[in-house]
């Protein structure tokens, strides 16, 4: 495979390729046809090794829009909160009681936007949650292990 500048300087201006560098040129592209190996993209392996993973999948929980409360269960890592929002812009924190942001302070869901609260709390035993802030409009979607 010929390097990039070497093919420039054999195309320059007032030159000649000789068969033998022509070849080389078009032999240092992939043609459209061609299929890619995943191998050949650099950075790939380690970008899908850096994906969610099954487990992460698996303990989602999307939650009725306008809910204002989730139960965790006991032993549970709590990794992350998602808001999805609706009619209007809010402000969400996450607490132990109705006015309480112990567990996350308040956030602003814009219009239509999300708000993303992420955090590894452990919850040895059963312990309820509150969304302070939620309206009927806004789904929490709950990531736990």
Same mark, same amino acid.
């Given at each position: 495979?010929?390097?990039?500048?070497?093919?420039?300087?054999?195309?320059?201006?007032? *030159?000649?390729?000789? %068969?033998?560098?022509?070849?080389? +040129?078009?032999?240092?592209? @992939?043609? *459209?046809?061609?299929?890619?190996?995943?191998?050949?993209?650099?950075?790939?392996?380690? &970008?899908?090794?850096?994906?969610?993973?099954?487990?992460?999948?698996?303990? *989602?929980?999307?939650?009725?829009? =306008? +809910?204002?409360? $989730?139960? %965790?269960?006991? =032993?549970?890592?709590?990794?992350?909160?998602?808001?999805?929002?609706?009619?209007?812009? @809010?402000?969400? =924190?996450?607490?132990? +009681?109705?006015? !309480?942001?112990?567990?996350?302070? $308040?956030?602003?869901?814009?219009?239509?936007?999300?708000?993303?609260?992420?955090?590894?709390?452990?919850?040895?035993?059963?312990?309820?949650? $509150?969304?302070? =802030?939620?309206? &009927? !409009? %806004?789904?929490?979607?709950?990531? *736990?292990?």
């Amino acid at each position: 495979m010929a390097l990039l500048n070497d093919i420039l300087t054999w195309w320059s201006t007032n *030159k000649v390729p000789t %068969v033998a560098q022509r070849q080389a +040129t078009f032999n240092s592209f @992939r043609h *459209k046809d061609d299929l890619l190996q995943i191998s050949d993209v650099e950075g790939l392996s380690d &970008s899908l090794n850096t994906k969610a993973n099954a487990s992460a999948i698996n303990g *989602k929980v999307v939650l009725a829009a =306008g +809910t204002t409360f $989730y139960d %965790v269960p006991a =032993g549970t890592l709590l990794n992350a909160i998602w808001f999805i929002g609706g009619a209007s812009a @809010r402000e969400i =924190g996450v607490g132990l +009681t109705n006015s !309480d942001t112990s567990l996350f302070e $308040y956030g602003t869901l814009q219009l239509g936007g999300n708000l993303l609260f992420n955090g590894a709390i452990p919850f040895p035993a059963q312990t309820r949650i $509150y969304f302070n =802030g939620t309206a &009927s !409009d %806004v789904v929490p979607i709950i990531f *736990k292990q």
